[in-house]
């Protein structure tokens, strides 16, 4: 991803914290993996990693590719499933809603005895400066 860093805000206290936050990603690889990193916010010491997960977003990719526009909402335009390549934690849907693809994944936290983070993912520019993608 280029080296690109985006935080979100930090839960207190809390052992099953709900971000629901926007983030935005400039893509300048599409065959790279997006890491993501969970951390516990430390007051006085460096923040502890909690464990991370790789998003995989070629199988995204390829089903805004097939050029599907105009389909009506709701439809399932492809399923992943998880396996030892990827760190979903159950199948994962790709979706045409609202007038664009959507996918939903719940991802397994690798490094870590145990935890889950649930995402979503959506292209949101075409092309942005240099030719980049946005998701």
């Given at each position: 991803?280029g080296?690109q ?6 839960i207190?206290e809390n ?16 065959n ?12 006085f ?6 464990g ?7 199988p995204y990719l ?6 599907l ?5 709701g ?6 499933q998880?396996n030892?390549e990827?760190c ?5 849907c790709?979706?045409?809603?609202n ?13 870590v005895e145990?935890?889950e ?12 400066k240099?030719?980049?993608?946005y998701?």
């Amino acid at each position: 991803m280029g080296g690109q860093k985006s935080k979100t805000r930090v839960i207190k206290e809390n052992c099953n914290p709900v971000w629901n936050e926007e983030l935005s990603l400039a893509l300048y690889d599409p065959n790279l993996p997006i890491t993501l990193t969970v951390y516990d916010k430390d007051t006085f010491t460096a923040d502890d990693k909690m464990g991370n997960a790789n998003i995989d977003i070629k199988p995204y990719l390829d089903a805004i590719n097939m050029g599907l526009e105009g389909l009506p909402d709701g439809v399932k335009v492809d399923r992943v499933q998880p396996n030892r390549e990827n760190c979903l934690s159950d199948e994962s849907c790709i979706l045409w809603e609202n007038g664009k693809m959507t996918q939903k994944m719940l991802l397994r936290l690798q490094n870590v005895e145990c935890g889950e983070i649930e995402i979503q993912i959506e292209l949101i520019s075409a092309h942005g400066k240099r030719g980049r993608l946005y998701i």
